[in-house]
């Protein structure tokens, strides 16, 4: 067992759980706070020797920032969900959910500048009053841009005659 990390501790770490992070603002970090970092990590368990880690996700081939679990700081991570429980959505969807159900975070390279940061609860719905509004608001947008072309045509109908 690591001298670092009790066997309480260890064992309380979950690897399908995501978990969040605030960056240390104190540290000169190369390249920045955020350069290639989300500040949201995945557990990696060394059943060997008993330590842990916390993984960066903004690398999904499994390098970059890794930060050694001790009960020291253990209690600065925070669970933000399990994986098992969400399922990722896409941008264009998050209207449609009730913000009770839905998480932003960034789980990949992208970071938070790139999209497919959206994840909903797996038994979450649709609300049905959220898609009726969203409908409503398409068929305005879509109504306003055909008023606009009806009066490019007409213009455009005047001047060649």
């Not at 770490?13 to 949201?40: A, F, M, Q, S, V």
């Not at 790139?114 to 959220?130: E, N, T």
């Given at each position: 067992m690591?001298?670092?990390?009790?066997?309480?501790?260890?064992d309380?770490?979950?690897?399908?759980i995501?978990?969040r992070?605030?960056?240390d603002?104190?540290?000169?970090?190369?390249?920045?706070?955020?350069h290639c970092?989300?500040?949201?990590?995945?557990?990696?368990?060394r059943?060997?020797d008993g330590?842990?880690?916390?993984?960066?996700?903004?690398?999904?081939?499994?390098?970059?920032?890794?930060?050694?679990?001790?009960?020291?700081?253990?209690?600065?991570?925070?669970?933000?969900?399990?994986?098992?429980?969400?399922?990722?959505?896409?941008?264009y969807?998050?209207?449609e959910?009730?913000?009770?159900d839905?998480?932003?975070?960034?789980?990949?390279?992208?970071?938070?500048?790139?999209?497919?940061?959206?994840?909903?609860?797996?038994?979450?719905?649709?609300?049905?009053?959220?898609?009726?509004?969203?409908?409503?608001?398409e068929?305005?947008?879509?109504e306003?841009?055909?008023k606009g072309?009806?009066r490019?045509?007409?213009?455009?109908?005047?001047?060649?005659?």
């Amino acid at each position: 067992m690591s001298k670092n990390l009790s066997q309480k501790n260890y064992d309380s770490l979950d690897t399908d759980i995501l978990y969040r992070k605030e960056p240390d603002y104190n540290k000169d970090w190369l390249g920045g706070i955020y350069h290639c970092r989300n500040w949201t990590f995945r557990a990696i368990k060394r059943n060997h020797d008993g330590s842990a880690f916390m993984r960066d996700t903004y690398w999904s081939s499994g390098g970059g920032m890794c930060i050694e679990i001790t009960d020291n700081n253990i209690c600065e991570f925070e669970v933000v969900f399990n994986f098992t429980d969400v399922r990722q959505i896409s941008d264009y969807e998050i209207d449609e959910y009730e913000k009770d159900d839905l998480y932003r975070t960034a789980t990949n390279s992208g970071g938070y500048s790139c999209g497919h940061l959206h994840w909903v609860k797996k038994d979450a719905k649709k609300s049905q009053l959220k898609l009726i509004i969203k409908c409503e608001n398409e068929i305005k947008t879509h109504e306003f841009q055909l008023k606009g072309l009806k009066r490019v045509l007409n213009q455009l109908t005047e001047k060649a005659n």
